[in-house]
Structure formats: structure tokens, C-alpha cells
């Protein structure tokens, strides 16, 4: 029995990949390049749909296209070393908490300028003081005041 072929449509619908970034994994070379109809459509087999399903999965973890690469050559390497694989993770999991450690860092910057910040009437500002000065202002004083 011959394999399904799917138009790109369908094969974005099933993979919640859409069609647009089936074409650029495509050209990124992460996905083989597709048979085409004579009209010059894109067909997908389910060795096509599995790769996208993959390659999404990946997406949603947060994995950069070089490490989805990456990953894809040693999925498709039945001898790899899961060690191989398991670095690959583990660095992914450390710049990850590094992002974390980033954002927790600016959401308490940000959230201490807010509560200095009076929300009032007035012009003096605390965020906008700290935005200009690049976060050397210093903020620990009423709005508008400053030592110097």
C-alpha cells in the first residue's frame, strides 16, 4: 500500500506547523525537500509529518534551530550515545536558567521602579529617571531628588 501524501495544508494542520515555517525548516534543511505534484505542490509523507512533529516539539522547549539540528541528526542516528544527547539538553537547561535568572532580575527592577513611582499628577519620574540614565539613577530617593 503506498504512503499518505499530504498537501502542506494538511500537514500544517496536523502538525500545528504552519505552512510558512514548514518551508523554512524545509530551507534550513532540517526537513528533507519535499516530492512535488506536477502543478508544483509540496506532498508529505509521515517520515515528513513525524520530522515536523519533532521539530515543533523542540520549538516548544526552546530550543534554537542549530540545537533542533542537532537533535534531529541524532534522533535519525540509531547508534548515537544518549550522553550526546543528554549534553545537548543539559546546556539547553542551563542558558535556559540563566534567561530565567535575566527576567527575575528585570521584573524586580521593574517592579521596585513601580512602587517608587507615584502614579500621581506629577512630572517627576523614577522609571523614566532610570531608563535615561541607563539604571544608574538613584532611585532610593523621593521622585525628582537626587544627592549629588
Not at 500500500?1 to 500545528?16: F, N, S
Not at 516539539?57 to 541524532?74: E, K, T, Y
Request: charged share 25%; glycine share 10%.
Amino acid at each position: 500500500m503506498p504512503e499518505a501524501l499530504r498537501h502542506i495544508g494538511e500537514a500544517a494542520r496536523l502538525t500545528g506547523v504552519s505552512p510558512k515555517m514548514i518551508r523554512h525548516y524545509e530551507g534550513l534543511g532540517l526537513l528533507p525537500p519535499a516530492p512535488r505534484t506536477d502543478a508544483g505542490y509540496r506532498l508529505y509523507g509521515e517520515a515528513a509529518v513525524h520530522t515536523l512533529h519533532f521539530i515543533r516539539r523542540a520549538r516548544d522547549l526552546g530550543f534554537g534551530m542549530a540545537d533542533i539540528a542537532q537533535l534531529l541528526d541524532l534522533w535519525r542516528n540509531r547508534r548515537r550515545a544518549s550522553a550526546s544527547v543528554k549534553k545537548l539538553a543539559t546546556q539547553h537547561i542551563d542558558a535556559l536558567q540563566q534567561r530565567i535568572d535575566e527576567l527575575e532580575s528585570m521584573k524586580r527592577t521593574l517592579s521596585r521602579l513601580a512602587k517608587e513611582c507615584q502614579g500621581d499628577g506629577r512630572s517627576p519620574c523614577p522609571i523614566l529617571d532610570d531608563l535615561a540614565l541607563g539604571g544608574q539613577a538613584d532611585v532610593g530617593h523621593p521622585p525628582g531628588c537626587r544627592q549629588g
